[in-house]
Structures are given as C-alpha cells and as structure tokens.
C-alpha cells in the first residue's frame, strides 16, 4: 500500500506536521512490537460527503487491543473518534485510509519494562484499491502458505498488534515470491485460517462459510460487516472449521479487510475456484450492498457511517 504524505497528523493531543512525526530509535515499540493500531477507511458518500466507517467499532478495539498489552490511552472512545474525522478535515480528504496507533515509547529496554510512555497517533492519506484496480472485478490469485498461523496460546489473535503482523509478512512475501498476490495462512493444526491481511470466506452451495474465532483469526470489521449485510440479506452464513481442500471445491471465495474490502479469489495454488471469472454471484451481491452504503443504495440502518462534517 503506498503511503501519500498528507499536511498533519495528530500525536498525543496535537496536529503536527507530517514530517515532524518522528520518534527515537530506542522506541519500545520499535524494540519489541509493543504496539496496537486499526486500518480504518473514510468514503465519500453521496448524501453525507466524506464519513469514517465503523469509527466506533474500530476504536473500541484499539482499546481493548492497547489493555491487553497495558498500553495506556488517555483519551476516551469519543476523544478518538472525534480525531478521526478530524484528521480527514484538517488534510481535506475525501476517500481515504485511517491508521490510528499506540505504542510504548522510549523509557527503558526490557519485554515486560513499566516505565515506558505511551503514544498514541493518528495518520490519513488517500486510498485506492489495495489489492490493485482491477482486483475487486476480476478477482486475485492466492497460494496456501507453508507457513502457520500463531497457535491461540501464543499471543492474542483477536487482538490487532503490530507483532502479530511478522506472521502475515512471511506469508505475504512467500506469496509474492511464488508469483501470487496473497497468502493464505492455516492454523497450527492444518486448518484455514485467514489470509496475510484479510479475513477469507468461501460460498458453497448458498452458503456461505468463514473460519471462526479460534481459527487464530483477528475478527474483522469487514468480517462483521460482510456477515452482517449477507444475513440481512436472507444468505446463509456460518462460522465453522474450514479444511484446506474446502479451499479447491468451493464455489466462490473472497477475502474482506478495511484495505481489500471483498475482494474475490480467482484461484488457489493456481486452481480455479468455481467457475473463475464467469459466475461469482453471491460475492458480486455482497460487493453491491456493501459499496452500496456509500452511493445511498443500501441504508445504512445499522449506524456505521460517521460523517466527517
């Protein structure tokens, strides 16, 4: 995802420049991944101009994320959420991705070191398709990982740490070494997991299927969105324990993230899912409804869409 520096950023209280947010080399974030963030994405809509989606939810879970890693925030939900629609005002965004993040500074070294500050900040920069224009219509091509996914009794996989993500740039860069977009990642015991940075559903005969929490997935908030819309929608959804070979007979699978959005897979280890590029309706359904909520075409009767003002 390239970055496109905007005019500020919002760290601990205060818009700053964007080159001036920097922070020392002796980072206990940087030392030992002690640190918590979320993706988020503003859209531009048609009735209420650029408005964060799912702000709430999205900041509910940085702080629930920063208390199981005792990474202090002093600011309240509606604190942050106020700066995320402020940080798209201040740069004049309309669409746009949103990384909110708290770490431990610099203090002292050590894992389990108590004398750390904590930092918190905000960053916005305009926001294309993640996975490439073309993706969400034609679809990508995937690989199953040879690397696992951290077993639950590691760290928190419902939990979005920044050390959490060494798993998913390993399965990420094998993909692309193989020539795949992205990586599939399964549990320690062989089970599908999730992919590199989305969570993955599979359609078959009407139903949709999607690994479960202890599937050492981070529930997602497009996972939840997606569920939510297909429910609305009379579809079927089920969370359960998917094996690898569901993988190959499905009749549709996609990925959802804040970045992908619903982004369908073409193929698995170079084999066709489905009928390929010729039918992929229940996925297609799902994309209209969910770009839907920003045109005015599906009402937002849930509350997700916070407009930016």
């Given amino acids: 995802m390239p970055i496109k520096p905007t005019k500020l950023i919002w760290r601990n209280g205060e818009m700053i420049p964007w080159a001036q947010a920097t922070t020392h080399i002796a980072t206990h974030g940087l030392q030992y991944g ?11 809509t048609r009735h209420k101009g650029p408005a ?20 202090a925030i002093n600011y309240s939900l509606d604190d942050l959420m106020a700066v995320c629609r402020e940080i798209i005002r201040v740069n004049d965004l309309r669409a746009a991705y949103i990384r909110p993040v708290a770490f431990l500074g610099y203090g002292e070294m050590g894992p389990s070191a108590q004398n750390c500050p904590s930092e918190v900040a905000v960053m916005a920069w305009p ?19 040879s690397w696992r996914r951290l077993a639950p009794s590691t760290t928190p996989a419902g939990v979005k740490a920044a050390g959490n993500y060494l ?72 969370e359960q324990s998917v094996p690898r070979e569901m993988l190959y007979y499905a009749d ?19 084999i066709e ?9 229940v996925t297609s359904a799902l994309q209209e409804k969910f770009f839907g909520l920003f ?11 916070d407009p930016v003002g």
């Fill in 34 to 44: 002690t640190a918590v963030f979320e993706g988020m994405r503003a859209y531009e």
């Fill in 52 to 71: 964060v989606f799912r702000n709430r939810e999205h900041i509910e879970r940085l702080l629930f994320s920063a208390k199981v890693y005792r990474i």
């Fill in 127 to 145: 926001l294309g398709a993640y996975l490439g224009d073309e993706a969400l219509k034609k679809g990508i091509d995937v690989s199953v990982s």
């Fill in 167 to 238: 798993s998913s740039r390993l399965i990420g860069m094998e993909a692309k070494d193989q020539g795949f977009v992205e990586g599939i990642g399964l549990t320690h015991d062989g089970l599908v997991s999730e992919g590199a940075g989305e969570n993955i559903f599979i359609v078959h005969k009407g139903r949709i299927i999607t690994p479960p929490a202890a599937a050492s997935i981070l529930g997602g908030i497009t996972r939840d969105t997606v569920i939510t819309l297909a429910r609305d929608s009379g579809i079927e959804v089920t």
């Fill in 252 to 270: 549709e699978v996609f990925l959802t993230g804040t970045a992908a959005e619903i982004t369908p897979v073409r193929a698995i280890d170079r």
């Fill in 273 to 281: 899912v489905g009928s390929g590029n010729r039918g992929r309706p």
């Fill in 295 to 305: 045109t005015g075409k599906t009402e937002d009767k849930w509350g997700w869409l």
